[in-house]
């Protein structure tokens, strides 16, 4: 795919040093570099196969789309008509339901990769990314470990890198007083697959959002007593209304009108399809749903019969922690629940800090600084895609740019130089060619 390495020493090679040099070594990529192989890093290599640039996609699990594969519950749907979810270049299925399940969007993203043939590097995580400003190049220092081989050190260079790990590349895990003393089974919401081990069993949902939403519905549907920790104020809407999607309403709408009306028009609507919320524990913002969500990142819970399940009881909203001691939980209000277990609906947050050596494109918290749509183009070939807070279908329209941008670049030099040779290498262990 572009990209060959090869040993600069010529004198004889010892066994010991051979062994060495297997385990450490420099490849010079003949086109961009791609972290990630989710939904954004892979509409992005289909982009460049279809302009015919040459790539390589590093994904450090061992599966495309590792987030919906390992780290989501059994019963999760699309929250969005599967028009609003689909890649670039590639409709779901006919016969797909109008919200794909999780297995079901599994196998459109397999199809997907196989449809372009992307074949990611598995099991291979970028440790830092750095531009190297003598020599014009980005050094992507990663580890990778297989089957039959220790850990092996790789240094690719390329003159292009497109960060696609995504807005959710690591689970966020607040610290609570007492949390040690707890003694009883906690886990983040990526951990959490079905309801069936908790059933009779007390389990305090922590965290508001469609994930924990979703999860303390499952529970109650299952026999188990779900307490949903609410600390904040929360925009909860209905999935439809009158058979049609909510979202798909508000696109609709917001070809006519402005932001500010579309948003009155939704909590309206919420009002008279949920009815007044505040008095059972969800406090709504005084900013409308689609402003939070352009401003804050603060995605509305779509409302998949949660709400109902909180009125008839079935589901307590109950304020913000205070502390955990052996099986209880003390919360803010000073009432004390007797627990079983917590679910950490907490959220998720991007990776880029910790290994992008870079600080003037991306912000401390991992987001480009540049709202959407201006958040895909950096200097010095740096591109990101999937991180607009506009779901897929913002992650798509990122990925076609960066496509589009790159194959042009490419396209314009290689008319110019029919076989460009590899630029000097800029590290001693370094001799690039291309094929």
């Known amino acids: 795919m572009g990209r060959t390495s090869m040993p600069t020493n010529k004198r004889a090679v010892s066994a010991s040093e051979n062994e060495d040099f297997i385990s450490h070594r420099c490849v010079w ?5 791609i972290v990630g ?12 196969k279809e302009r015919g640039v040459p790539f390589i996609i ?44 999780k297995d079901q969007f599994i196998s459109y993203l397999e199809s997907y990769a196989k449809h372009f043939n992307i074949q990611p590097q598995f099991n291979e995580s970028v440790q830092s990314a750095k531009y190297d400003e003598t020599c014009g190049l980005w050094r992507i220092k990663t580890v990778s470990a297989s089957e039959e081989s220790n850990k092996r050190e790789i240094e690719y260079i390329c003159r292009w890198i497109v960060v696609a790990t995504g807005e959710n590349a690591e689970k966020v895990v607040p610290k609570f007083f007492g949390f040690h003393e707890f003694g009883g089974d906690i886990i983040h919401a990526c951990e959490y697959k079905s309801a069936d081990k908790y059933r009779g069993k007390r389990v305090l949902v922590v965290g508001c959002g469609n994930s924990g939403m979703e999860v303390s519905l499952d529970f109650s549907n299952n ?37 500010w009306l579309v948003d009155r028009i939704l909590v309206g609507i919420a009002n008279l399809v949920l009815g007044n919320t505040e008095k059972y524990g969800l406090k709504r913002p005084s900013v409308g749903p689609l402003q939070l969500k352009n401003s804050e990142g603060k995605t509305p819970v779509l409302d998949l019969g949660t709400v109902r399940k909180i009125k008839s009881g079935k589901i ?45 494109f991306f912000s401390k918290n991992g987001f480009p600084k540049a709202p959407f749509p201006n958040g895909w183009k950096g200097n010095a070939g740096l591109y990101a895609a999937g991180f607009t807070r506009k779901g897929l279908s913002g992650a798509s329209e990122d990925a076609m740019k960066v496509a589009e941008d790159i194959g042009k670049i490419w396209k314009q030099e290689t008319a110019q130089k029919k076989h460009p040779t590899a630029p000097v290498a800029c590290h001693r262990r370094c001799i690039s060619q291309q094929f």
């Open 29 to 33: 990529v003949n086109g961009p570099v």
């Open 37 to 48: 192989a989710g939904p954004s890093g892979l509409a992005v290599a289909a982009g460049l």
């Open 58 to 101: 590093l994904e450090r699990a061992n599966c495309i789309a590792s987030l919906w594969q390992t780290r989501t519950y059994d019963r999760l749907k699309l929250h969005l008509p599967k028009q609003f979810c689909q890649l670039p270049k590639f409709p779901f299925p006919d016969d797909f339901p109008e919200y794909p399940s």
């Open 223 to 259: 026999d188990a007593i779900p307490f949903l920790v609410v600390r904040s104020s929360v925009h909860v809407l209905p999935k439809e209304v009158l058979g049609k999607s909510t979202f798909e309403l508000a696109v609709s709408m917001m070809k006519w009108m402005p932001l």
């Open 316 to 360: 307590k909203v109950v304020p913000g922690i205070k502390r955990f001691s052996h099986g209880r939980v003390e919360l803010v209000n000073g009432e004390i629940l007797e627990i079983d277990s917590v679910v950490l609906a907490t959220g998720y947050r991007s990776n880029v800090p910790s290994w992008l050596k870079e600080s003037e």
